[in-house]
């Protein structure tokens, strides 16, 4: 098998909604690119002690599809994983 | 005052109210059942997050670097024969070119709180079977299949996933039921069709009986739950025994008289473990007593969070092998005098029973540790000082992980076999996380009353 997902732990700039109890991300800076969030695929949540870390599956407008999250501790977003096809 | 030990018992939380239940003339049926099983659980939820896996065989597991089985794998991959369980390497010989996605218990165990979220809408008789199977009871003048189409169109619009629902008067027919149409199935067995319907069924299709019990069978020459029906009790209680020939005997007519377990009542629990298969089998003593270890405190956690002690100790050792056959198990226990809470306790305990038991030169590929003999509460010790040490030391540790993640404190010989604390990796195994789901929130140690008398 060729297409994996290959994990990160980096911070990201992100750009994002909080409205209504839901956070919606909408734009990230990854490296020296940015890149446009076309669909939120899946969210889900962690506890991680204290904190509440928001996870989001997105699929960006140049088709890549990678995870990030939110902790609402700490305050700081992170790039997870992102699918490499094969 | 220390608070005086309770036996465990069944406690009535506060029900929610159901919205949507539907209410229909009494048709003069009993209690409904039904037993909604979603659709390739894990895979389906790995396939909602990222549209690239989905029409690939996507298989669901632990770290591929390692020894692991497949947890779940999508329908496209079930064709060629990989099954929930099978060892990944086999699954990668019927399935080569398989997605592996490394799986996140976290992950599921949320999508699975949305969902009981939803079903708690329709009644509050819920019963959490499963992380992905939950038993739903409505009373006689709902109707059911008007619920059962409503809960199936909210999971697709809010999560995007299936499931197969199955209706009966009990929940054994009902999980029958369920099975009989996946994906995406309904089916609903009404009692005047129950014996049509089992006769030819082969009887492993009914929940409860397995291959061994299956092939026992046979040997009576028992092959479907019709003929299991009209095999005489006497027959099966000289093969099988009391219980299981009674389970056997109503299994066959598909007569199950067991109640909802609510998931507001409290279930009484008699022990708390865990296991842990070891990546490669060993014969590394100092590896196999940090696993040890490791288990033994997270099973301390569990206890203090629920606010029991126990009194047994009880070790689990699957000894490796070269065939899937030659795997060897035992289990011992050993029961001690005073109340046990603190995972280095139980630890110590564990290892008497490992001195008494030996390796024998096997290698070890699976470890259990469970204390059982629970009492709630907490018994107050002849040595009064050095308990109250141990105790404000084990809420000390319990704190610090409670803010800053598990595992954020730990001894050395844990250290070398515990991952650190991962964003995404979640170090709760799956059947842990589900056990949580189905009773009260953690509780902090330092919640907990306390005062020397």
């Not at chain 2, 189409?149 to 619009?157: L, P, S």
Request: charged share 25%; glycine share 8%; with cysteine.
């Amino acid at each position: 098998m060729s297409s994996v997902y290959q994990e990160f732990d980096e911070a990201i700039a992100v750009e994002a909604v909080f409205y209504r109890g839901q956070i919606r991300p909408r734009r990230f800076q990854w490296g020296n690119q940015a890149r446009k969030v076309a669909r939120i695929t899946y969210r889900w949540k962690e506890r991680k002690g204290e904190a509440t870390v928001y996870f989001f599956a997105l699929l960006t407008e140049d088709r890549t599809a990678l995870e990030i999250c939110f902790n609402d501790k700490t305050l700081e977003w992170r790039l997870v994983r992102c699918w490499q096809e094969g | 005052m220390l608070s005086e030990p309770t036996p465990p018992k069944q406690r009535q939380l506060r029900r929610p109210e159901a919205k949507h239940l539907a209410v229909g003339k009494d048709s003069g049926r009993g209690n409904i059942f039904l037993l909604v099983d979603m659709n390739a659980f894990f895979a389906s939820i790995e396939q909602q997050c990222n549209p690239f896996l989905q029409g690939k065989p996507v298989l669901v597991c632990g770290d591929p670097k390692m020894r692991t089985v497949v947890a779940a794998a999508s329908y496209e991959a079930r064709p060629y024969g990989v099954e929930s369980g099978m060892p990944l390497q086999r699954a990668l010989q019927l399935c080569p070119h398989a997605v592996l996605v490394e799986g996140n218990p976290a992950k599921y165990v949320d999508t699975a709180k949305r969902l009981h979220r939803i079903f708690l809408e329709f009644t509050p008789q819920m019963e959490v079977f499963s992380i992905d199977e939950v038993f739903l009871q409505l009373p006689p003048s709902a109707d059911p299949l008007e619920i059962a189409g409503a809960i199936k169109r909210r999971i697709r619009e809010q999560e995007g996933l299936t499931c197969s629902i199955g209706i009966a008067g009990n929940k054994m027919l009902a999980k029958l039921a369920a099975s009989l149409q996946k994906p995406d199935g309904l089916v609903w067995i009404k009692p005047e069709q129950a014996e049509e319907v089992l006769k030819d069924l082969p009887v492993e299709k009914m929940p409860g009986i397995g291959e061994k019990t299956a092939a026992r069978l046979e040997a009576l020459g028992v092959r479907t739950l019709g003929e299991l029906a009209r095999c005489p009790e006497e027959r099966l209680f000289q093969v099988f025994g009391d219980c299981m020939s009674q389970f056997l005997h109503q299994a066959g007519v598909g007569r199950d008289g067991t109640p909802i377990s609510a998931f507001y009542q409290e279930p009484i629990i008699k022990s708390m473990g865990h296991n842990y298969t070891l990546p490669s089998d060993t014969y590394d003593l100092t590896l196999i007593k940090s696993h040890l270890h490791r288990l033994s405190e997270m099973v301390g956690r569990r206890i203090r969070e629920e606010n029991f002690t126990g009194r047994t100790v009880r070790l689990t050792i699957t000894f490796g092998g070269k065939t899937y056959q030659s795997l060897h198990s035992i289990t011992r226990h050993l029961t001690v005098d005073e109340s046990l809470f603190d995972g280095l306790d139980i630890y110590r305990v564990a290892l008497r029973i490992l001195g008494r038991v030996g390796l024998n030169g096997k290698p070890v590929r699976m470890l259990g540790v469970s204390l059982a003999s629970l009492r709630k509460g907490i018994y107050k010790p002849c040595l009064w000082e050095d308990f109250e040490k141990k105790w404000r030391l084990v809420a000390a540790k319990d704190a610090v992980n409670n803010k800053f993640g598990e595992w954020s404190l730990m001894t050395a010989d844990v250290l070398a076999v515990v991952r650190g604390p991962s964003r995404r990796k979640s170090d709760l195994p799956i059947r842990a996380a589900v056990r949580n789901m189905k009773g009260p929130a953690p509780k902090t140690l330092l919640g907990r009353r306390f005062s020397p008398s």
